[in-house]
C-alpha cells in the first residue's frame, strides 16, 4: 500500500512541476487601449451611466471646446445626479490640465424627463478654439525641451505645450530657454529670458505656457544674425588641420587672434566674433559656435572659477570629453586651459558634474604639440 500511495502522489506532482516550467520565462503583452466614446442619441443627449462616464463626457466637451452638451442620466447608477455633476463640473475645470488652462466656469441646468433626467451643460471658456489649437502635445519632459529648443533655435516668442506626463515646474521650464540658447548660439544671437505658467490638475498632465523676450527689435536681430553667421562661417574657413583635436586646437587659437577677452565684454558669440571683445560666456558661446560649424562636438559649462561666475567649453573628441577655456587662454597659454580632465581642472574651477560629460580622455596640449600634424 505504501508503494502504491507513493506512486499516486508522483503522478499527481507530475503535472505540476510541468506547468510550473511554463512560468519560467517572462512576458509581456502590449495592445493599444480603445476608449470608446459615448454616442450621441437621437436627440443629440450623451448617455452617462456612473460618475466615471459623466466626467469624461464633459471632459470631452472641453476637449472639442464645445458651448454646451446635453447629458441623458437615463441608466445612470450614481446616488445623487446633483451631487454628481457638481464634483464633475469643478473636477474638469479646475483639477485638469486643459480645464485649468481654457475654462473660466461650468454651469448646468438639471431637467426631470417623464422618468429620467437629463442636464444640459454649458461651459465659458477664458481661451479661444485657436489658442487650444496651437497647443503642442507631447508625452515626456525631454520632448517639453525640444519645443522650447526649436522655439528658441527660430526665435520664436512663445509656445503653449501639454505634456502627458511630467513634474518639470516653471522655474526648470524657463531653464531651458537658457539651455536651448546655450545649445544654438548661432541661431539665437541674444540671451532670452522667458516667464512660464503651468496649468495643471491632479494627475502628471501639465500644460506650460511659455513667453520668451529677446533684447532689441526685430530687425536689429535679424541684422546680428546675419553678421554673426558670416563671421563664423569665414573664421571656420580659415580651420585647415586635420583631426578633430587639431581641428579644435586651431578653432581656439583663431577665436582668441579675433576677440579679445575681457571681463567687462558683451556676453555673446556675437560680441565675441562681431565686436571683437567679450567676456567667458561670449567666449565659450563664440567656441560653441565655431565647432559646431567644423563639426566638433561641444558644450558650453556654466561654472565658477575662484567663486566667480565663469563659463567654459567641454569639447569630445573620438568619444572622450576635455575642458577648453578660451578666456584665459590668452593669460596662461594653451598648456594650462587646451585638452584639461577634470581633476586638472578642480581646485579654482566648479561645475556641475552630474549636468555635463567626464573628462578622462587621454589627450592634451603637450601631447598634441609631442607629435607632428599630418
Known sequence: RKIAALAVTAALLLPICGCASVFDEEYLSVSDYEYARPTPGDDGAIPVTSYTTLRLAISNLVTAHADSGTLDFRNYSGESISDDLAAACNSVSR????????????????????????????IYYKRSQEEIDSIINVSTSRDLYDCIEAAVERMSPGLVVLVSATDVGEDEAA??????????????????????????????????????????????????????????ARLAARVTSEGDAYMALQAASLLIEQCVSDSGGGHTAWDALVSGRADSEGMALAYKALCDTIGIECTVVEGRLDRTEHYWNIVTLEGDSYHVDTSRASELGFANTFLKSDA????????????????????????????PEE
Open 344 to 371: 586638472e581642472m578642480w581646485g579654482g574651477y566648479w561645475w556641475d558634474i552630474a549636468e555635463y560629460p567626464e573628462c578622462v580622455g587621454p589627450l592634451s596640449y603637450s601631447s598634441l604639440m609631442s607629435e
Open 175 to 232: 531653464d531651458y530657454v537658457i539651455e536651448a540658447y546655450m545649445d544654438y548660439p548661432l541661431s539665437c544671437v541674444v540671451r532670452p529670458s522667458a516667464s512660464v505658467n503651468v496649468y495643471s490638475g491632479l494627475g502628471m498632465q501639465r500644460i506650460y505656457e511659455i513667453s520668451i523676450n529677446y533684447p532689441g527689435n526685430e530687425a536689429d536681430l535679424e541684422q546680428m544674425h546675419g553678421q554673426l553667421n558670416e563671421s563664423a
Open 95 to 122: 483639477e485638469t490640465a486643459l480645464g485649468s488652462y481654457s475654462v473660466d466656469y461650468i454651469s448646468y441646468d438639471i431637467t426631470t424627463v417623464v422618468a429620467y433626467s437629463e442636464a444640459e451643460v454649458y
